[in-house]
């Protein structure tokens, strides 16, 4: 490296930020395309089994790795699940929970805001998805001596990941949709996770089916969601 290259902060090495420059007005291009993109976005529940290259998948998860964290502590774990038997495990579960969501859990005023999105407690999408990405928070870690360290706004963390783990698989021209029964410890015991994680987000992965209808919903506009000061 050149002596410019980097500077030492109380004996840490700190190397040079280079973004790349562009022109104002690539980036108003670049940015409203990125939205139209983005836009198009939907939660999907009906999939394909089409089968998806390994390599995207990881592309996509070291893309979601990128995300910002409290101490840079990256207190995160994305489990890719393929195999067919520990995907009807993971359904059998996740739909018991939900059997007792809708009849035990959740209020008359819950159920009938999710009316309109035609949600049930059937969750197919689970088995027939070539894959599921479960996403789990690390609270704490452990060194090689089996002494516990702590993470730091791992919540905030995680969900930013997921932010752009979501981001990621739509950019791949892929779908999924944000699953979260509760509660979700069945995930830690179905795939053998350690002690020190819980699970945060189950995420079907693939391609829509070929008949595939969402809800005909509209996002808030900008000036309900922006205010200028």
């Not at 190397?15 to 562009?22: E, V």
């Not at 998806?52 to 893309?63: L, M, Q």
């Not at 969750?123 to 993470?151: M, S």
């Not at 950019?171 to 029964?181: D, F, I």
Request: aromatic share 10%; proline share 4%; net charge positive.
């Amino acid at each position: 490296m050149k002596n410019d290259d980097y500077i030492l902060i109380e004996g840490y090495k700190h190397i040079r930020y280079k973004q790349y420059a562009i022109s104002e007005d690539k980036m108003l291009t670049q940015s409203l395309n990125y939205f139209k993109n983005l836009n198009k976005r939907r939660s999907v529940r009906t999939f394909s089994d089409k089968k998806i290259h390994k390599e995207v998948i990881e592309n996509i998860i070291k893309t979601a790795g990128t995300a910002p964290s409290g101490a840079n502590k990256q207190p995160w774990t994305f489990c890719v699940v393929e195999n067919a038997g520990l995907k009807k495990k993971i359904r059998i579960a996740a739909e018991e929970e939900e059997k007792r969501s809708y009849n035990e859990r959740m209020s008359d005023e819950w159920l009938e805001d999710l009316k309109h999105l035609g949600t049930d407690t059937n969750k197919e999408f689970l088995e027939v998805a070539p894959y599921l990405i479960v996403v789990f928070k690390r609270p704490f870690e452990y060194d090689k001596d089996g002494k516990k360290h702590q993470n730091y706004y791992v919540n905030e963390s995680v969900g930013l990941a997921c932010g752009f783990l979501i981001s990621a698989i739509h950019n791949a021209g892929l779908v999924t949709l944000t699953h979260t029964p509760s509660p979700m410890r069945f995930l830690e015991k179905i795939l053998n996770r350690p002690d020190n994680e819980r699970a945060f987000l189950l995420l079907p992965v693939g391609y829509e089916s070929d008949k595939t209808y969402v809800p005909d919903i509209h996002r808030k506009s900008l000036t309900e969601i922006m205010e200028w000061y």
